[in-house]
């Protein structure tokens, strides 16, 4: 059983388009995460919901849009796709608290054309 | 601003050599410091972490080194393998509470391991 997964695993789009990444965890946790993985492997933290709510919102553009309709599911919603937000997506989820293991899922590779 | 900055970005060791990763953060409020291995097409998966009350920690030929007072922990791999060619991260948590754990990562460096 795959403990975080991720749909779907390559996105191919044009600029413009609105387009939906979608997390599920089933590991019982009540935290889960959005990254972003450059083409330079660099991991930066997007968002963070616990149990729900947004607890961490780095600068991210309004175009990307987080929902979490239960603790086991976090999707991402990116309006007007651009060149730049051609990335690699990780989903992941940790027990919560702080300082825990975060488990990630194998990504989402977005590019936009 | 890169809150922590890790080293060398490629590594090239041969096999049974010892692969050593350098990490320093700037942050004190930073109390949580993992490393991540990450493999071509797979997400990051936690090799191993410590706290800084510690200064060394050891789980099978990965050993992490932490100094508290240079602000600077190291990852060493022992005995190195061609399965260990990865992409290995070093992280770091915040001690500030408020649920979740942001953790802010290097850069990254790709570790190949040659026979």
């Known amino acids: 059983d795959t403990a975080v997964s991720q749909t779907p695993k390559y996105l191919v789009t044009q600029m413009g388009n609105d387009k939906s990444i979608k997390c599920e965890q089933n590991?019982?946790?009540?935290?889960m995460y959005w990254y972003k993985q450059d083409s330079k492997k660099f991991l930066k933290i997007m968002f963070s919901y616990n149990n729900k709510e947004l607890i961490i919102n780095e600068t991210v553009p309004n175009r990307f849009s987080p929902k979490s309709p239960d603790k086991a599911h976090l999707n991402l919603h990116i309006n007007s796709l651009e060149l730049g937000d051609s990335a690699v997506y990780f989903c992941?989820?940790?027990?919560?608290?702080?300082?825990?293991?975060?488990?990630f899922g194998q990504g989402t590779r977005l590019t936009v054309v | 601003q890169q809150q922590v900055k890790q080293s060398p970005q490629s590594l090239i060791v041969q096999k049974g050599g010892i692969s050593i990763i350098n990490c320093a953060y700037e942050?004190?409020?930073?109390?949580?410091f993992p490393w991540y291995q990450q493999f071509p097409g797979k997400g990051p998966a936690l090799l191993i972490a410590i706290r800084p009350d510690v200064s060394e920690k050891k789980e099978g030929r990965f050993t992490i080194s932490f100094n508290k007072s240079a602000k600077q922990f190291s990852l060493h791999i022992m005995d190195s393998q061609p399965g260990d060619s990865a992409t290995y991260f070093c992280a770091a948590g915040p001690s500030i509470t408020g649920g979740g754990n942001k953790l802010t990562f290097g850069t990254g460096t790709q570790l190949k391991v040659e026979l």
């Open positions: 992941a989820s940790s027990i919560g608290g702080r300082n825990t293991e975060a488990f």
């Open positions: 590991l019982g946790h009540d935290t």
């Open positions: 942050n004190t409020a930073f109390d949580y």
